[in-house]
C-alpha cells in the first residue's frame, strides 16, 4: 500500500508561511482523495483540507483563504500552502489518502510563534 512522508515544517512568526509537502511512495494518480489533518497530542486527528483528483478542495473553516491544497500526481506528492499563518495553527501536520486511510506517516510539525 501506498505511504505518505510529510516535510516542510518548522518554526515561522506569525503572519509567516510555509509550504508542507506530502510525498507518496507510490503513484498518486489513482488515489481520488488526498487529505490533510492536524493532530495535538492526547487529540484527535482533524481534517483541514482535501483535494480531490479533480481538483475540487475543502477548507476547515479555520484555514480557509489562507491554506492553499495542490496535488502533482507526476510527482506524487501534494502540497499544503500555508499562508498568514496564525500561532493556532501550531501542530503535527499529516497527510493521508481518503478513507479508508493506510498508515500514518511521523507528520511534520508546524510551530507558529513569535
Known amino acids: 500500500q501506498v505511504q505518505f512522508v510529510e516535510f516542510g515544517g518548522g518554526l515561522v512568526q506569525p503572519g509567516g508561511s510555509l509550504r508542507l509537502s506530502c510525498a507518496a511512495s507510490?503513484?498518486?494518480?489513482?488515489?481520488?482523495?488526498i487529505d490533510w489533518y492536524r493532530q495535538a497530542p492526547g487529540k484527535q486527528r482533524e481534517l483541514v483540507a482535501r483535494?480531490?483528483?479533480?481538483?475540487?478542495?475543502y477548507y476547515a473553516d479555520s484555514v480557509k483563504g489562507r491554506f492553499t491544497n495542490t496535488r502533482d500526481n507526476a510527482k506524487n506528492t501534494v502540497y499544503l500552502q500555508m499562508n498568514s499563518l496564525k500561532p493556532e495553527n501550531t501542530d503535527v501536520y499529516y497527510c493521508?489518502?481518503?478513507?479508508?486511510?493506510?498508515?500514518w506517516g511521523q507528520g511534520s510539525h508546524v510551530t507558529i510563534a513569535s
Open positions: 507510490g503513484s498518486i494518480s489513482r488515489i481520488y482523495v
Open positions: 483535494i480531490r483528483s479533480g481538483g475540487n478542495k
Open positions: 493521508n489518502k481518503g478513507p479508508p486511510m493506510t498508515n
